[in-house]
Every structure is written in C-alpha cells, then in structure tokens.
C-alpha cells in the first residue's frame, strides 16, 4: 500500500539557520510527490512537486526538496530560515493506481526561532 | 472572489442539528474533493467528485453527506454528529481530477457538542 512517513512532530530552526523537513514514502510504482504548507487559520497551499527529471526541485518562497530514490525520501529545505516560515508542513504521495487520490503525511509543525 | 472559499469558517453544533458545509471554487476545475483535518492525525481524503460525479467515497460515515450540484460548488451535509468528528475540514479543487495541483480552501472549523 502506499504510504508517506513524517517522523518528526515538530521541528525547530534559528532563523536564518538551513531547516530541513523529513519525508519518507512507499509506492509501488514510480511516485508523483509533493508539499504543501498550512499557516495557522488557513488552508493548505501547494509548495513543489516532483514528478519526473531533476531530482532537486524548487518551489514557492524559497523552499526546495530533493528526490532520493534509494532512500525512499523527498525532504523539505531551504537554506536560510524566516519566522514567517513558521507553519505546519505536509508531504503527499499520489497513489498512482487510483486516479484521484493523495495520501497525505501526519505534517510536522516547523518552528523558527527569532 | 478568486481560487477556493468555503463557508462557514466556524460552526458548533450539537449531535442532533443538521448542518451544511459550502465549498466553492473560482479556478475553472472540474473536480472537487474534501479533507478532514483531525489534531495529530494524517489528513484524511474523504470524498472527491469528478466532473460532478462521486468517484471515490474513502468508507466515511453515512452521516456525513456530500452534494456536488456543478462544478463549482460542493456541500457536505452533516447530521447527528458525533464529538470525535469535530476537525477542520478542508475543500479542494483540481483540473481532470488528477490531484496533483490541488488547491485548497481556508476549510471549516467544526466543534460538535
């Protein structure tokens, strides 16, 4: 079955400090993964994607990850934390034998510290 | 109003009212899902429509009752709701019902009493 791991709850970075958010994932095909990010009172926003092609991938607001497929890992990082990075953190993993479903990690809540 | 919105932010209700969440998108997509968002729980796909047809019902609870009138509009009926379903639920939208760019409502803060 598919499934995306999160193992940390939270994590906390000085800022202006590297951050790094870790995703594991289990797919039994060749996965489309993604982040999004939830600031408090709001939905969820789109971050990246990785579908095919180079394995590191920029985003929105700086972040970026890096797809390792030995490792099974897609983790989240940016080089120089903000406290406006401050917000929960969600991996997905599309479930490529059905349609329209994505599994979504636990989130890990990121702290920056001023 | 532009990309996702849903009304109402918040809602409390007891176990015996009946209740509608609204979910309405702007973006032009032809499919249209809802999340709950429970504390320290995995974000959970509940339902997702697809060209205003239900193609995918993740085992949810009869109680909870989705409508998908057109393709920008999404409802999820509530009644005799129990404690444990108080969560956030999220509304999203994609083109072709492929997932992947999904984009999010700010989602409904619901407490059942």
């Known amino acids: 079955a598919q499934s995306v791991a999160q193992p940390e709850d939270q994590v906390n970075v000085a800022e202006g400090n590297p951050l790094t958010v870790k995703c594991t994932y289990s797919?039994?095909?060749?996965?489309?993964l993604f982040w999004y990010v939830q600031y408090p009172n709001r939905g969820l926003q789109f971050l990246l994607k990785?579908?095919?092609?180079?394995?590191l991938v920029k985003g929105s607001y700086g972040f970026e990850a890096e797809f390792n497929k030995s490792q099974t890992s897609f983790h989240l990082k940016k080089p120089s934390a903000l406290v406006s990075d401050s917000a929960l953190y969600f991996c997905?993993?599309?479930?490529?034998?059905?349609?329209?479903?994505?599994?979504f990690g636990k989130g890990t809540r990121l702290h920056i510290l001023p | 109003e532009t990309g996702v919105t849903q009304t109402p932010r918040h809602l409390v209700m007891g176990m015996t009212n009946k209740k509608s969440l609204k979910c309405e998108q702007h973006?032009?997509?032809?499919?249209m899902y809802w999340y709950k968002q429970s504390a320290k729980k995995p974000l959970e796909l509940m339902f997702v429509?697809?060209?205003?047809?239900?193609?995918e019902n993740n085992s949810v609870p009869s109680r909870f009752s989705p409508e998908c009138p057109n393709s920008s509009h999404l409802f999820l009926h509530l009644h005799t709701l129990q404690p444990e379903d108080s969560a956030l639920y999220l509304c999203?939208?994609?083109?072709?019902?492929?997932?992947?760019?999904?984009?999010f409502g700010p989602g409904t803060r619901l407490t059942v009493l």
């Open positions: 973006l032009g997509h032809n499919a």
């Open positions: 990785y579908i095919t092609g180079d394995n």
């Open positions: 997905a993993v599309r479930d490529m034998n059905r349609d329209d479903k994505i599994i």
């Open positions: 999203a939208s994609s083109q072709d019902g492929g997932g992947p760019w999904q984009f």
């Open positions: 797919v039994s095909g060749n996965p489309y």
């Open positions: 429509y697809s060209l205003e047809e239900r193609v």
